[in-house]
C-alpha cells in the first residue's frame, strides 16, 4: 500500500467541467478512479452514491474554487508534514497502511478504515483547507496522535472489536 496518495486532483478535474455536469463527471473521474477508498469513505460516514450526488448539487462553486486554491498551495508542505509522520508510524512498528487525501463530502476530517492491503488514513481536505478549517496546518494531527490512532485500531483488532 502506498504510504501517502494525494487523490484531490481527481476531484479537481470537476474544475474543468461546467458546474451543472459535476454531478455525472464525479461518479466518472472521482468514484471510479478510487472505488475501494470511497466506499470505505461512504461506510464510515453511513453515506452513499445517491449523497455525493446531492452534496455535488449543493457545492458551490466559489467555495471549491477557494478549496482548490488553498490546497495547492499548502499541498506541498502539508504532505511533507504527513511524510514525517508516515515514517515515524512505520518505524513504531506499524506497517500496513496508508493515508489517502481526498476531497470528501465536509463531514469528517478523519476516517481510519480498512481496505484488503491494510489500514487507510482518510483525510477530507475540507476540515484542514476548506472555507472553515477544523484543524490548522501544524496542529492538523500530530504524529503521536495518528500513531495511538492506528496502535488503538490494532489493539482492537487483537481483542476481536471490529468496529470504527
Known amino acids: 500500500m502506498n504510504k ?9 478535474n470537476l474544475l ?23 466506499d470505505n469513505y461512504f461506510f464510515s460516514e453511513d ?17 471549491f474554487d477557494k478549496l482548490y486554491r488553498s490546497w495547492q498551495k499548502e499541498k506541498e508542505a502539508i504532505l511533507k508534514e504527513y511524510f514525517r509522520t508516515v515514517g515515524s508510524i512505520y ?28 489500514k487507510a488514513l482518510l483525510v477530507d481536505i475540507w476540515g484542514i483547507r476548506g472555507e472553515t478549517y477544523e484543524k490548522e496546518r501544524g496542529k492538523i494531527l500530530q504524529m503521536d ?5 492506528f496502535k488503538n485500531d490494532n489493539q482492537r483488532v487483537s481483542e476481536g472489536d471490529q468496529t470504527f
Open 4 to 12: 501517502i496518495k494525494d487523490l484531490t486532483g481527481n476531484f479537481f
Open 16 to 38: 474543468k467541467y461546467d458546474q451543472k455536469d459535476w454531478k455525472s463527471e464525479w461518479y466518472e473521474q472521482v468514484y471510479k478512479r478510487s472505488p475501494t477508498i470511497y
Open 47 to 63: 453515506l452513499c452514491i445517491e449523497d455525493a450526488s446531492a452534496f455535488m448539487t449543493y457545492l458551490r462553486r466559489p467555495d
Open 91 to 118: 518505524k513504531s512498528g506499524i506497517k500496513r497502511f496508508g493515508v489517502f487525501f481526498m476531497v470528501g463530502f465536509k463531514k469528517k476530517t478523519f476516517n481510519l478504515t480498512r481496505t484488503s492491503k491494510g
Open 145 to 149: 496522535e495518528i500513531t495511538a490512532l
